[in-house]
């Protein structure tokens, strides 16, 4: 089975911090996915890379930034953490090419700032 | 810009009956469909899928209508459990491999 696995499920950070988010999956999949879950405003893209060392910008990608330098790790950064930033994470990989195939998701890692 | 919506924020249904769970989208080029579960405190997790060149698939229980003609997407779960008492996310995958979501459906069953 796919693998995505998630660094932590709960974070608690102070505002001004600098935070790492950590994903690896184990199925060799080119495509990685950065989201945030909100209430009401349902899956919103971050960023999404489709190679090592390739990002694209997502639709929110305002104080995030991500780093792969590994084909099996995409990690989300928060240069400065804000209150604002205080959401569900999730990360998903997928393949490339067709057919389609889904995208696999992480359990997700619930970041509060304070 | 892209769009996925959900006609119902909730859905409440009682056990045994049937459910339907509705999506419209906005890109016509689209083409491949899924529909995902989000137990709370977990990762979405996928249901099952549709490639454009399809109107209906079925799985497990599960079965996902397509009608592009509309743009409208649907989920059928038969026989409703207790354990189908989840979030619904229906998604499409857009350009350049990107997949959008829907703002999600509540689905609550009611013993």
């Known amino acids: 089975d796919v693998k995505v696995t998630q660094s932590s499920r709960y974070l608690v950070k102070r505002t001004g911090e600098k935070v790492f988010l950590e994903c690896v999956q184990d199925?060799?999949?080119?495509?990685m996915f950065w989201y945030r879950q909100d209430p009401g405003l349902g899956l919103r893209l971050i960023y999404f890379?489709?190679?090592?060392?390739?990002?694209e910008k997502g639709d929110i990608p305002e104080g995030y930034s991500v780093s792969r330098e590994k084909k099996e790790r995409f990690s989300l950064i928060l240069e400065s953490a804000s209150t604002n930033q205080t959401s569900m994470y999730l990360c998903?990989?997928?393949?490339?090419?067709?057919?389609?195939?889904?995208?696999?998701f992480g359990q997700g890692t619930r970041l509060t700032v304070v | 810009g892209e769009s996925v919506g959900l006609h119902l924020p909730t859905l409440s249904v009682q056990e045994g009956d049937n459910s339907i769970i509705n999506c419209a989208y906005s890109?016509?080029?689209?083409?491949?469909f899924i529909w995902y579960k989000q137990e709370s405190g977990k990762g979405p997790q996928f249901i099952i899928d549709?490639?454009?060149?399809?109107d209906k698939r079925q799985g497990q229980r599960v079965t996902v209508l397509l009608n592009k003609t509309v743009k409208h997407l649907s989920l059928q779960i038969a026989a409703t459990q207790p354990g189908d008492s989840a979030v619904y996310f229906c998604?499409?995958?857009?350009?350049?491999?990107?997949?959008?979501f829907g703002t999600g459906t509540s689905l609550t069953v009611i013993p």
């Open positions: 998903a990989s997928s393949l490339i090419g067709q057919p389609n195939t889904e995208a696999f």
């Open positions: 199925m060799d999949h080119e495509n």
């Open positions: 890379s489709y190679d090592v060392k390739m990002k």
């Open positions: 890109n016509s080029a689209s083409d491949y």
């Open positions: 549709i490639r454009s060149n399809m």
């Open positions: 998604a499409y995958q857009g350009n350049g491999n990107q997949f959008y």
